[in-house]
């Protein structure tokens, strides 16, 4: 009875999560302030507004829409692991919330971009949400895979070998914790990189971010051939775990 009420739970967390996601990323369109025509009062205003805002606001809309994207996806992962703590849903919501504060430190950038406290914060932000991630996934793995890190030095050899096929079931996770672990870890070089940046040009700290995608897709297009499932002999179940995983990942 008690399992049945925490799954349900789970579910209504993710249930949530989806939502403050999609709220987020709708949000942040809203951000954009539309002058008043008291504002631009000729075509050279208007060509400035253009230059100044607009056009700088625009792009970083999108490169804020990707990390929210990029958050949500991580969550996505995430959720695929069977045991789910409440400590972890309680990092959760924390993450949640921090998630929430996207969408104005986003409009503060379009204000003021140029600026290198601005960046920082934002920057900062990011960094904050992309470490509760990794916490997050450390706690899943120790919830969910206790008795899996016996081989190291077999899995260190395995993985330093292009399109080998893992023999079991064990090696077979241990390449794809270490494949999400590489994802979660992108948006954490990505913003430290960030950080560094903004001391330089404000305008390259913002661009940084899109190393997360260029981060991203390496490391799936490295991983895919690594964690093959051929000739690895797995139950109903275990197929049913890796299956999950490897859509969470790959998208197959």
Not at 117 to 136: E, T
Not at 208 to 230: A, G, N, P, Q
Request: with cysteine.
């Amino acid at each position: 009875m008690a399992n049945n009420i925490f799954n349900k739970l789970t579910d209504r967390h993710a249930a949530i999560t989806d939502g403050v996601f999609a709220i987020a990323m709708t949000i942040l369109v809203l951000e954009f302030a539309v002058p008043t025509v008291a504002e631009i009062s000729s075509g050279v205003a208007l060509n400035e507004y253009f230059i100044n805002y607009l056009a700088p606001s625009i792009l970083i809309y999108f490169i804020s829409f990707y990390i929210v994207y990029n958050f949500w996806e991580n969550t996505v992962i995430l959720f695929n692991f069977n045991k789910i703590s409440y400590g972890i849903l309680t990092l959760n919501i924390l993450t949640m919330a921090s998630v929430c504060l996207i969408p104005f430190a986003t409009g503060f950038l379009f204000k003021f971009y140029n600026y290198t406290n601005v960046n920082l914060f934002f920057s900062l932000l990011v960094l904050v949400i992309s470490l509760l991630y990794v916490l997050i996934f450390i706690l899943l793995i120790r919830n969910n895979f206790k008795g899996y890190f016996d081989k190291k030095d077999e899995i260190k050899n395995s993985l330093q070998n292009d399109g080998i096929e893992l023999p079991n079931l064990k090696l077979y996770v241990k390449g794809a914790i270490l494949t999400l672990f590489y994802i979660l870890l992108a948006p954490v070089g990505t913003s430290l990189i960030s950080i560094g940046l903004a001391f330089i040009s404000p305008l390259l700290s913002v661009l940084s971010f899109l190393l997360t995608l260029v981060f991203v897709s390496v490391i799936r297009m490295k991983r895919i051939s690594k964690d093959s499932l051929e000739n690895v002999d797995l139950t109903d179940d275990e197929k049913e775990f890796v299956d999950n995983i490897r859509k969470s990942i790959y998208g197959e």
